[in-house]
């Protein structure tokens, strides 16, 4: 059965503090692996990712992706208080465009 | 980027009735959009997949007669939980994808549904 695992399900850090999430994925036919971030409503988009090693990249949040080891990190550098929210990975199993949701990060930043 | 939009945002109805949730794509074609039901501080469960013009697909362990989904067009699914009981109550997420707009799932900003 395809799967999807995050860690960890939840974080606390300080404003400034550097922080790593991870995701680990077993699937069938992978096709990308997507990033999210959810504050009270939706799912925002924040990264695709379709090849080994090749570092994205928007303002504080950057992400890796490891095909070989199956896995994933979400980086955030310089935590902000409107950093805090639920961190979704999703995987692309080829399906039709049916994306399999990992547990989620809930990040708290304070002040 | 695309824009999706649900209504209602939040609806309160008592057991036994029906509710509809509406999903719509405002500036693409979705040929695809996707159900999802979010409980407290989990992650989205992936409910239905429905294609426009076909019966939508439903994964394991969703009732189909519970949870009616109808695409009838390139720009609007719905989803209508029957006879609603308590245990329905959930946040309800809808998400689409279509030519034109990139590979990405846009998400709806979700239905907030109280069954008392």
């Known amino acids: 059965e395809d799967k999807v695992v995050q860690s960890p399900l939840s974080l606390v850090v300080h404003e400034g503090d550097t922080v790593t999430l991870n995701c680990s994925y077993e699937v069938t036919n992978f096709r990308s692996l997507l990033w999210y971030k959810q504050e009270k409503k939706a799912p925002t988009f924040l990264f695709m990712l379709t090849s080994s090693g090749i570092e994205k990249k928007s303002g504080r949040l950057s992400s890796i992706l490891d095909k070989k080891e199956l896995f994933s990190i979400l980086n955030i550098t310089a935590t902000q208080t409107g950093d805090s929210a639920i961190y979704l990975c999703a995987v692309d199993n080829n399906q039709g465009g049916k994306l399999i949701f990992g547990q989620g990060t809930e990040l708290s930043v304070k002040p | 980027g695309a824009v999706v939009s649900q209504h209602p945002s939040r609806v309160i109805c008592k057991s036994g009735t029906s509710v509809k949730i509406e999903c719509r794509s405002l500036d693409f074609q979705a040929t695809t959009m996707f159900w999802y039901r979010q409980f407290p501080k989990k992650s989205l469960m992936l409910m239905a997949t429905s294609n426009e013009g076909s019966k939508a697909t439903y994964e394991q362990g969703v009732e189909k007669d519970k949870f009616l989904i109808n695409h009838a067009s390139l720009t609007l699914s719905t989803l209508t939980v029957t006879s609603a009981h308590p245990e329905d109550s959930s946040f309800y997420i809808c998400?689409?994808?279509?030519?034109?707009?990139?590979?990405?799932?846009?998400f709806g900003p979700g239905t907030r549904l109280t069954v008392t």
């Open positions: 998400s689409a994808r279509g030519e034109g707009v990139g590979y990405e799932q846009y």
